[in-house]
C-alpha cells in the first residue's frame, strides 16, 4: 500500500492548496485508489511490471468509476485483466434494481419532492453532502439505454402460448399534481416451457385503449402463438385481448373470481359458498368440471341467487384452463405468478412513496422485472418438456379443427 516518495510530496503539495472539503475527499481517494491497486496485485499475483512465477496474468489498463461519499463523488481506477475479471471487494456492484432505486431516490432528491424517509435515504447511500443534477442524469442515463434495449428486443425467437397480464398502481408526481398510474406487466410461457417478462408500460389507466396500445407492441415485437391469456377481469383488457390476439381464449384468474360472492352474501355464510365453489376444482376431468360447476350454481341459486348468476355469467372465462393439459390447469387458471412479481415491485416503489415522474417508475419497476426475468433464465422450466408435448397435442388438434373442411364433390 507505500506510495513513491515523490508521489506522496507531489500530492502533498497538491493538497495544501485544496479547500478542506477537497481535502477529504482526495485523502479518501488516494486511500482506496491504493487499496485497490493492493488487491489486484494480490488476485494477479504479482505488482506492477513485476515478474513472478505465481503471476496469474497480466495488466490491462484501468477503467473510471465513480463512488459516493460524505465528502463529495470521487473517482477511481479499477485494473483491467488480460484474462479474467477484476473488482474490488470494497466496492460492492450495484444489482441493477437497486441503481434503479439508487436513481429515482436521487431525482426525487434533486427536483425537491422527497419525504423525510427518502432524505434519510440520501444520506445513508453516503451522499448527505447533497447530489448534483449531472450526477442524477448520469445514473439515469445508463440505466434508461439498458431498460429500453429490455422493453424493445424482439420477442420472435420462440412463441408464447400462455400469456399473464396484470396491473399495479403507484403515485407519480405530474407537474403540480401527484396521480396515480398504471403499470402493466405481460409475462409469457414459450413453447418451450420457459418463462419470460414480455414488456412494461406505464399509463394513466386500465383503459381499453391503454391495454390495446400495450398488447399491440408486443406483436409488433414479434409475439405469437397466444392461445390463453390469463388476468384479473378487466373489462378492458378483455376487449384488448380479443382483438389482438384473434382465437386466443381468456382465463379469468380463479382466485379473484373467489373473492366475489363474498360480497354478494352475508359474511357469516361467505365460508359455506367458498367451500362449496371450491369442490368444483376438485375434478380432473373437464367435462366433470363443467358438470359440477353447474351443479354448484343450481345449488346456490335457492339461497343465494346473485352468487348463482355470477357463475352463470362468468363459467366460460373461469373454466378455459380445462382446455389445456391438466397438468398446467395449477399454473394457469390464476393470475398468482405474475402478481408476485408486482408484489415486488411494490415493496421497492413503497420507498420512494412518490415518484417524481412517470420515466422515474417506469425505470424502477422495469429494472426489477429484468432481475425476475434474468433469475427465471437459469432455473429450471417452469412447465415440463413432456407437458408441453401435451400442449403441442392441444394446439395442432385446436388448428386442425379450425380448418374448413374441403367439400365433396358430388356424384350425378
Known amino acids: 500500500m507505500t506510495q513513491d516518495h515523490s508521489a506522496l510530496l507531489a500530492q ?49 489498463g484501468h477503467r473510471a468509476k465513480t463512488v459516493s461519499t460524505t465528502s463529495g463523488d470521487i473517482e477511481v481506477k479499477i485494473p483491467k485483466l488480460r484474462a479474467g475479471s477484476f473488482f ?21 432528491y434533486v427536483h425537491g419532492v422527497s419525504t423525510r424517509s427518502v432524505d434519510d435515504l440520501v444520506a445513508a447511500l453516503g451522499v448527505g453532502s447533497g447530489v448534483s443534477k449531472s450526477e442524477v442524469s448520469r445514473i439515469c442515463a445508463g440505466l434508461d439505454k439498458e431498460i429500453e434495449a429490455f422493453r424493445i428486443r424482439s420477442l420472435t425467437h420462440p412463441q408464447f402460448p400462455y400469456v399473464f397480464c396484470d396491473a399495479t398502481f403507484c403515485k ?23 418463462r419470460e417478462v414480455l414488456g412494461t408500460a406505464v399509463g394513466d389507466s386500465e383503459s381499453f385503449e391503454f391495454w390495446r396500445e400495450f398488447l399491440a407492441s408486443l406483436k409488433a415485437r414479434g409475439l405469437s402463438g397466444v392461445h390463453l391469456v390469463i388476468s384479473d377481469a378487466h373489462a378492458g383488457l378483455k376487449s384488448a385481448v380479443a382483438q389482438q390476439f384473434t382465437g386466443s381464449a381468456w382465463q379469468r384468474c380463479r382466485v379473484h373470481f373467489m373473492r366475489n360472492p363474498h360480497g354478494a352474501v352475508a359474511a357469516k355464510h361467505a365460508p359455506a359458498v ?63 405468478p405474475i402478481e408476485r412479481l408486482n408484489k415486488e415491485i411494490k415493496r421497492r416503489a413503497d420507498v420512494v412513496e412518490i415518484f417524481p415522474n412517470p420515466a422515474a417508475f417506469l425505470r424502477l419497476a422495469t429494472a426489477v422485472v429484468i432481475e425476475a426475468h434474468d433469475e427465471w433464465q437459469v432455473t429450471r422450466r417452469y412447465l415440463s418438456e413432456v407437458s408441453m408435448a401435451e400442449l403441442r397435442k392441444v394446439i395442432a388438434a385446436k388448428h386442425a379443427a379450425a380448418e374448413p373442411v374441403p367439400e365433396q364433390r358430388q356424384i350425378a
Open 88 to 108: 474490488p471487494s470494497l466496492l460492492e456492484r450495484r444489482r441493477r434494481i437497486d441503481r434503479a432505486l439508487h436513481a429515482v431516490i436521487m431525482e426525487a
Open 172 to 194: 407519480v408526481r405530474i407537474g403540480a399534481h401527484v396521480v396515480s398510474q398504471a403499470l402493466v406487466v405481460a409475462t409469457g410461457v414459450s413453447i418451450d416451457g420457459t
Open 12 to 60: 502533498l503539495d497538491a493538497l495544501k492548496s485544496a479547500d478542506a472539503g477537497a481535502v477529504f475527499a482526495e485523502l479518501i481517494r488516494a486511500g482506496l485508489q491504493a487499496l485497490i491497486e493492493a488487491e489486484a496485485t494480490e488476485a494477479i499475483g504479482a505488482g506492477r511490471y513485476q515478474r513472478s512465477d505465481s503471476r496469474a496474468t497480466h495488466r490491462n
Open 274 to 336: 367458498t367451500a362449496v365453489v371450491k369442490t368444483i376444482f376438485a375434478h380432473t376431468d373437464p367435462a366433470d368440471v363443467a358438470a359440477q360447476w353447474d351443479q354448484v350454481a343450481d345449488t346456490l341459486a335457492g339461497s343465494f341467487p346473485k352468487v348463482a348468476a355470477m357463475m352463470d355469467e362468468a363459467k366460460a372465462d373461469v373454466l378455459a384452463f380445462t382446455a389445456f393439459p391438466r397438468t398446467h390447469w395449477q399454473k394457469i387458471w390464476s393470475n398468482n
